[in-house]
């Protein structure tokens, strides 16, 4: 391990005193606060990022498949935030842990939290909890080099997995169970993964829907990408995609999946490639195996539309029986509850009014701990935007009080010491920027994006060495 960093001396203060933000996690939602109010230009703003592992970009870096680089590209607007001049980078900091949110709170005039959904939904079923049935929280945690994911391991040497949920996540477990090895190594899956899936003698992975084909959560474009990314076709029963009740009042994304859908279930997979099943109208009733998952029981469902043309699932009361030795769930996140922060557990999210914490002086939320997990990258530039609005409304009309500092006060120094001395393995934009330039210099020589690092010691070495901490 690298020696610990050390605190320089400051160089320049700002003449106008600015309000002083703390965004606590640097995912989309992050970054997107962050912009909102280093953008504006009704009031001075310093934000100060902290995020608890060593590297930014929350799930960009650990959420987002590997196989699907274009989205990834985001990063380079989050890069831009961080340019900002009245923006740092404070890495590897738990708040929780490190430092507490009351601390927080006594130094920052806003906390604003886009500290997304750690954790996974339950399907409360017999045999969840079975060896072989996985979270797909954890599966893509996994792939995707999450330091926190990277010592699990996943037994892929049956023949079929089963993924319950018909949501884009599912499509993403699907279809990297599903790719071939040359091209998930052109990618910047982790390596643990890129081995093991190499190996891995799964040849059918099944997605199961519990609602009908016009119901998945899936999009039209990772719907339609599935043969070309998995190189098999797709297989879907064509009885299940027929004629969908109330299909002329369906929206057009749900129209357009089932015209993708149709169009799968016109062409047989060939026999014996390696390939994506979507199954429809199952809800999963049981795992169940001897000492680890051998089969699900699925019921059949009807569906039923209701007066507001809300479709639901109706157990028929037949069962069906679906061997497989893998099950991944892939039911939705779900927020977990912070540093005694109110907590709504129906839903998983944070209580709030358009982000602004309910019960709380100066605290604020983004993201899917705002609003639960739902919409893709850019939906959390709305949600952020909506959060930045509230905040400085509150500071308009005095609902928001800065701290009275005193002349004396120096945040620039002040913070930098204080978190020295909580958490000597600090990492700054500058260590990032090491971590990432190593990352990607070790891609280069193999034809990747970059070659994760997933150890954080192996983070601290490169970021710690060589960075440098100044205020700001
Ligand atoms: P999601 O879109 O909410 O899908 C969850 C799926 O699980 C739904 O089909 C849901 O069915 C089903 N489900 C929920 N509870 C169930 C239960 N108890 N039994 C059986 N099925 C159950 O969640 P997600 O796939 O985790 O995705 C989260 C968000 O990230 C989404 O907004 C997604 O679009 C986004 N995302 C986007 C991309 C991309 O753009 N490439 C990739 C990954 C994720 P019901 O509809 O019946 O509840």
Redesign the pocket.
């Known amino acids: 391990m690298s020696q610990p960093v050390t605190s320089q001396p400051v160089t320049a203060r700002t003449q106008v005193e600015p309000l002083i933000v703390a965004v606590v996690g640097s995912g989309p939602s992050g970054f997107y606060a962050a912009s909102s109010l280093l953008e504006q230009t009704a009031v001075p703003v310093r934000v100060d990022m902290y995020e608890r592992l060593a590297t930014p970009w929350g799930l960009v870096r650990s959420g987002v498949a590997p196989d699907?680089p274009k989205?990834k590209t985001v990063s380079g607007v989050y890069e831009q935030i961080a340019a900002h001049e009245n923006f740092r980078f404070f890495g590897n900091v738990h708040i929780g842990r490190d430092v507490t949110r009351e601390e927080l709170t006594a130094r920052y005039d806003a906390v604003l939290y886009a500290v997304g959904t750690q954790t996974d939904?339950r399907?409360g079923i017999p045999g969840e909890d079975l060896p072989g049935s996985v979270s797909a929280v954890d599966f893509v945690g996994w792939y995707n080099g999450h330091p926190e994911y990277a010592g699990y391991t996943f037994d892929l040497t049956g023949e079929r997995a089963v993924v319950?949920?018909?949501?884009?996540?599912?499509l993403?477990v699907a279809r990297l169970l599903c790719s071939p090895y040359e091209r998930l190594a052109r990618t910047d899956i982790a390596d643990h993964a890129l081995t093991a899936l190499r190996e891995s003698t799964i040849t059918e992975v099944m997605v199961v829907?519990?609602?009908g084909a016009a119901?998945?959560?899936f999009?039209t474009p990772?719907l339609r990408e599935l043969p070309e990314f998995t190189e098999s076709g797709v297989d879907v029963d064509p009885a299940e995609v027929a004629q969908q009740p109330g299909e002329d009042a369906l929206s057009r994304s749900a129209k357009r999946n089932l015209a993708v859908l149709r169009g799968y279930a016109a062409t047989p997979v060939p026999p014996g490639a390696r390939h994506v099943t979507l199954r429809f109208q199952r809800?999963?009733l049981e795992i169940r195996g001897d000492g680890r998952v051998e089969e699900v029981v699925f019921a059949r469902n009807e569906l039923k539309v209701d007066a507001d043309g809300w479709v639901s699932a109706v157990d028929t009361g037949e069962r069906e029986t679906v061997p497989a030795s893998l099950v991944l769930r892939?039911?939705?996140?779900r927020g977990v509850a912070f540093g005694g922060l109110p907590f709504d557990e129906r839903r998983g999210v944070i209580p709030n009014d358009q982000g602004r914490v309910q019960g709380t002086e100066r605290e604020y939320v983004a993201g899917w701990i705002k609003r639960g997990?739902?919409?893709?990258i850019g939906t959390n530039r709305k949600c952020a935007a909506e959060t930045v609005t509230r905040l400085l409304a509150d500071l308009a009309d005095g609902s928001l009080r800065r701290h009275d500092r005193g002349v004396a006060f120096d945040h620039d120094v002040e913070i930098v010491s204080w978190l020295l001395e909580r958490q000597p393995h600090l990492v700054t934009a500058d260590g990032w920027a090491l971590i990432d330039a190593a990352e990607r210099a070790a891609g280069a020589v193999s034809g990747r994006p970059r070659v994760k690092l997933v150890l954080t010691d192996e983070l601290l070495d490169i970021a710690l060495e060589r960075q440098s901490v100044t205020p700001r």
Do not use: M
Not at 164 to 170: D, F, K, Q, T, Y
Not at 373 to 376: D, H, L, M, S
């Open positions: 699907h989205i939904r399907l319950i949920g018909a949501g884009n996540v599912a993403d829907g519990r609602r119901q998945a959560a999009t990772e809800t999963p892939a039911v939705g996140y997990p739902t919409g893709i």
